[in-house]
């Protein structure tokens, strides 16, 4: 997962890791020199995985800050968001598949609302807002969800979920003997 040579690059903590349960803190003002540092190397670390989004939590902070750049190859377009939050949803809700860097290579349909609007602040303490359908829309939330210690499982029925923690669990198991 970590390259030796890029010391940009974060291990990303995995399922069953307990940090990954926990609720993130806002982040201040104050915490802006580090926020800047870290969310270049949760940029690297996200490209190199490679992934789509990416939750300080996932790699070991407990900040609300989430970096996300949803087409890398073909229409890079990184944003940062600080302290997100969903100001709005709307009823229609849409299923569709997720997958996350903390899971790897396990994918499940999550049903969400389709359409969210989600304020937030940038790297230069400005409030911005960002309104996503489809895929934008559900990496918010799936985002956003890692900053309160939520997991995309935890929309599954039971069944369903145990099913893909045990398959993790195997899988992981497998790689650390190779
Ligand atoms: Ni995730």
Redesign the pocket.
């Known amino acids: 997962m970590s390259a030796a040579n890029d010391a940009s690059i974060l291990p990303i903590l995995i399922v069953p890791d307990p940090v990954l349960r926990k609720t993130s803190r806002a982040v201040t003002p104050d915490d802006l020199p580090f926020v800047r540092e870290l969310a270049a190397k949760m940029f690297a670390t996200m490209y190199k995985a490679p992934?789509i989004?990416?939750?300080a939590p996932?790699v070991g902070t407990l900040l609300r800050l989430v970096v996300m750049d949803l087409a890398p190859d073909k229409m890079p377009a990184p944003i940062v968001l600080i302290n997100p939050e969903v100001v709005a949803a709307s009823e229609e809700k849409a299923a569709r598949e997720?997958?996350?860097?903390?899971?790897p290579e396990q994918y499940a349909d999550v049903t969400r609302p389709a359409r969210v609007k989600v304020k937030y602040r940038d790297l230069d303490w400005v409030e911005r807002s960002v309104e996503g359908e489809e895929l934008l829309a559900a990496c918010l939330q799936?985002?956003i969800?890692?900053l309160n210690g939520v997991?995309?499982v935890d929309y599954l029925s039971s069944l369903k979920r145990n099913i893909l923690l045990r398959k993790l669990a195997k899988e992981q198991k497998e790689k650390a003997k190779r």
């Open positions: 992934g989004g990416l939750a996932q997720e997958g996350c860097l903390s899971l799936h985002e969800d890692h997991l995309f």
